[in-house]
C-alpha cells in the first residue's frame, strides 16, 4: 500500500544528483578577469591576438590563472583585482597603442569560478541581475527625427530611379528636410508623376501647386508610415545594441524598449564602464554608395583639386583617398545577411550578400546601369566614415542574391562580410540617464536576499517539526529539496536571478510548505476518523492531491500571466514564482511521499505514527497523541 517501485527511488536519487551538480557552481563564486574584444567591426580576434596578449602579460610578470578565446573574444583570469588591473594596463599598452583609435577594447569582468570538470558537464551558476551583481545601467533616446530623415533620404532615392524607369521627366528632384520637391514643366508630367507615387509609394502623400513656369510637387511621409519608420528604427537599434554588447561578453544583458523613443540598457557585471559606454556611443552605420569616377575626382583623390561637387571624400584602410558620392543607395537595414566566398568564374575572394526586396530591387537597377563602374562600402563609427572596400561591379545583378568581388584577399572578404552582418543604426541615440550600481552594493542585496530565504526556510522547518513531529521533518527535507531544484533549474536555464526574483524564491518555499501542511492534516483527519495509520497515510496523500493540485495550477496561471504581460522586475518575479510552483508539486508530493514510505512502509503492524497531537470528536471524551 504505502511502498514506492525501485524506479520511484531512481528517480528521485537522479533529481537529487542532477540538482546537487547544477546547484554547485553557485556557490564557488566569480573571479576577476579582462576582456578582450574588437574595438571596430572589420577586426578580428583570434589566435595571434592570443598570443600578443600572452606576450605583454609575460613581460610584465602575470601569470593569469587561465587563458581562453571563444565568440572573438579573449577573457584572461586573474587571481586578485590588483593584478586584474595591472594586466588591464599591460594589455592595453600592447593592443591599443593609439587610444584615440582603438582596435581592440580591453575591458574589466567578472568570470565564474567553477572548476572545470563543472564545465565540462555544461553546469553554470544563474546569472544575477544588475541590482545583485552590480554593473551599470544606461537609457537612450532615438533620434526619430534623423530616421525620418533617412527615411526619405532613401524614398528620394527610389523616387528618382522609378520616375526615370516610367520616363517621366523632372526638372529637377531635392529633399527639404523629411519633404521631397519634385519640379515638372508642365501639368500632364506632374499628373504622370502622382500616378507613379500613388500606385508605387504608397508610404508617401502628396500636394503640388504652380511655382513660377514650372510646377512644384511635394510628397511628405505619411503619418502612419512614420510610426511604423520610428518602431521599425527602434527595434533595429536594439538589435544592433544587442550584438555590439556582446563584444563585452556580459552575460544576460537587458535590453529593453521605455516609451516609444527609449532605450534601456543594463550591463551586470560589467566593472569597466567608460567601455560599456564606448561599446554603446560607437555602434556603426552603413552605407552603400557609388565611386565618383570623373576626371575631378580622379585629380581630388591625387591631392590635386578640390573635391567635386555633390561627392565626399573618405579613406580606405590603405590610407588611400575615395571619393564617393553623397547619393546612399543602400543601408545595413537592405541586407539580410552576407557570408565570405569566391567568384564561381574567376576563383577570386568575393562576399556573397542576401537582399530584401526593396533592396534586390534598387540593386538590380543600379548594377544594370554602373557596369565597370565602382560601389564603395562604408563604415560610419564615431562620426568618421571610411570605406571598407570598393569593388567593381561586373554585370547586372538581380534576384536579390548579390556578389561583389574585385580588389579583395580572403581575409578582406571575410572582414567585409563580418561587418555587413553586425548590422547598423537606424537612428543616432544619444545616453540621457547613466548610474552604476557597484560590487559591494550588489554584495549587500546578495547577502540580505540569501538570509531572508535561508531565516524563512530555518523557521518553517523549526514550525513543522515541532507540530507535526517525524513528519514535520520529511516536509522540511522536502523543502529542501524544492530549494535543491528550484536552484538548479535556475541554472540548467541560465535564468537572471534579481532582486525580485529572490523574493519569489522566499515566497515559494512559504507556498510550497502549504501542500505538505494539506497532506499532514488530512492524515490527521483519516486518524480522527479511525483509520490505521497506513491507510491513513495512503488516504492522506491521495485526497491530498486533488486540492495540491488545484491550487498549484491557479497560482500558476496568475504566474505565467505576469510572465507574458510583465516586464523587467515583475517578470523577473514570475520566472522563480512559476519554477518554484512546478518543483514544489515534485518534492511536496512524490519525494515526500518517498521518504514516508521509506521510513513506514515496510512496517506491516504499524500502530503509530508521528504526526503531532491528533484531536478526536469531542464525542470520543478523550484526546489522543499517535506517536
Request: glycine content about 8%; hydrophobic content about 45%; overall charge neutral.
Amino acid at each position: 500500500m504505502n511502498r514506492y517501485p525501485v524506479w520511484k527511488y531512481a528517480i528521485i536519487l537522479l533529481a537529487l544528483l542532477v540538482g546537487a551538480t547544477y546547484t554547485l557552481p553557485n556557490f564557488f563564486g566569480e573571479a576577476p578577469a579582462v576582456q578582450i574584444s574588437a574595438g571596430k567591426a572589420i577586426v578580428k580576434v583570434d589566435g595571434a591576438t592570443q598570443a600578443r596578449v600572452e606576450q605583454a602579460l609575460a613581460a610584465t610578470g602575470i601569470k593569469p590563472e587561465a587563458i581562453t578565446l571563444d565568440n572573438n573574444s579573449i577573457k584572461v583570469r586573474l587571481a586578485s583585482g590588483d593584478l586584474q588591473l595591472k594586466a588591464k594596463d599591460a594589455i592595453q599598452k600592447a593592443l591599443v597603442p593609439d587610444p584615440s583609435d582603438p582596435s581592440y577594447v580591453v575591458a574589466l569582468n567578472l568570470l565564474s569560478s567553477s572548476p572545470r570538470w563543472l564545465s565540462a558537464l555544461h553546469a553554470a551558476p544563474m546569472y544575477l541581475g544588475l541590482d545583485l551583481r552590480g554593473g551599470v545601467h544606461f537609457m537612450l533616446q532615438v533620434d526619430m527625427q534623423a530616421a525620418l530623415t533617412k527615411k526619405a533620404e532613401s524614398l528620394s532615392g527610389d523616387l528618382r530611379g522609378m520616375l526615370r524607369e516610367k520616363n517621366v521627366r523632372h526638372a529637377g528632384i531635392n529633399r527639404a528636410g523629411q519633404a521631397i520637391e519634385v519640379r515638372f514643366r508642365d501639368t500632364q508630367t506632374l499628373a504622370a508623376a502622382k500616378a507613379v507615387i500613388v500606385d508605387q509609394f504608397p508610404d508617401l502623400q502628396t500636394t503640388d501647386g504652380p511655382e513660377g513656369a514650372e510646377f512644384k510637387l511635394t510628397a511628405t511621409i505619411r503619418l502612419d508610415a512614420a510610426r511604423r519608420v520610428q518602431e521599425q528604427a527602434l527595434k533595429q537599434n536594439m538589435v544592433t545594441l544587442h550584438n555590439r554588447i556582446n563584444e563585452l561578453g556580459v552575460a544576460e544583458p537587458v535590453i529593453q524598449q521605455q516609451g516609444l523613443d527609449r532605450i534601456v540598457v543594463q550591463l551586470p557585471g560589467v566593472q569597466d564602464t567608460a567601455k560599456a559606454k564606448d561599446i554603446l556611443g560607437r555602434t556603426a552605420t552603413l552605407e552603400v554608395r557609388m565611386v565618383d569616377e570623373s576626371a575631378e575626382a580622379r585629380s581630388s583623390e591625387l591631392g590635386n583639386g578640390p573635391v567635386p561637387f555633390g561627392s565626399e571624400r573618405y579613406q580606405e584602410r590603405s590610407g588611400q583617398a575615395v571619393i564617393v558620392r553623397k547619393q546612399v543607395i543602400l543601408t545595413g537595414e537592405n541586407l539580410t545577411d552576407a557570408q565570405p566566398g569566391f567568384d564561381n568564374q574567376t576563383q577570386e575572394a568575393a562576399v556573397h550578400l542576401t537582399l530584401d526586396a526593396k533592396g534586390a530591387r534598387i540593386f538590380r537597377d543600379i548594377t544594370r546601369e554602373s557596369v565597370g563602374k565602382r560601389m564603395a562600402i562604408l563604415l560610419f563609427e564615431k562620426g568618421k566614415g571610411e570605406v571598407v572596400t570598393a569593388p567593381v561591379i561586373r554585370s547586372e545583378i538581380g534576384g536579390g542574391r548579390v556578389q561583389i568581388s574585385g580588389r579583395m584577399s580572403t581575409v578582406e572578404a571575410n572582414d567585409t562580410a563580418l561587418l555587413l552582418r553586425a548590422g547598423s543604426l537606424a537612428a543616432p541615440m544619444e545616453i540621457i540617464e547613466e548610474f552604476t550600481i557597484g560590487p559591494t552594493l550588489g554584495a549587500e542585496n546578495i547577502s540580505k536576499g540569501f538570509h531572508s530565504v535561508a531565516w524563512g526556510f530555518a523557521v518553517i522547518c523549526a514550525f513543522m517539526a515541532v507540530y507535526y513531529m517525524l513528519f514535520g521533518l520529511f516536509s522540511g527535507l522536502a523543502l529542501a529539496v524544492n530549494l535543491l531544484l528550484l536552484v538548479a533549474v535556475l541554472s540548467m536555464l541560465q535564468a537572471t536571478l534579481t532582486l525580485p526574483g529572490m523574493a519569489a524564491m522566499a515566497l515559494a518555499l512559504g507556498m510550497a510548505i502549504d501542500s505538505n501542511v494539506l497532506i499532514n492534516e488530512r492524515v490527521r483527519e483519516e486518524l480522527r476518523g479511525g483509520a490505521s495509520p497506513q491507510a491513513a497515510i495512503n488516504a492522506g496523500y491521495d485526497r491530498a492531491w486533488g486540492t495540491i493540485f488545484d491550487s498549484n495550477i491557479t497560482t500558476l496561471i496568475a504566474g505565467l500571466a505576469l510572465l507574458a504581460f510583465g516586464s523587467g522586475p515583475v517578470r523577473g518575479f514570475a520566472v522563480v514564482h512559476c519554477i518554484g510552483i512546478l518543483t514544489s508539486m515534485f518534492s511536496a508530493v512524490f519525494f515526500s511521499r518517498g521518504l514516508v514510505n521509506l521510513w513506514y512502509g515496510r512496517q506491516k503492524k504499524l500502530k503509530a505514527v508521528s504526526i503531532g497531537t491528533v484531536w478526536r470528536p469531542p464525542s470520543d471524551g478523550a484526546i489522543s497523541k499517535a506517536e
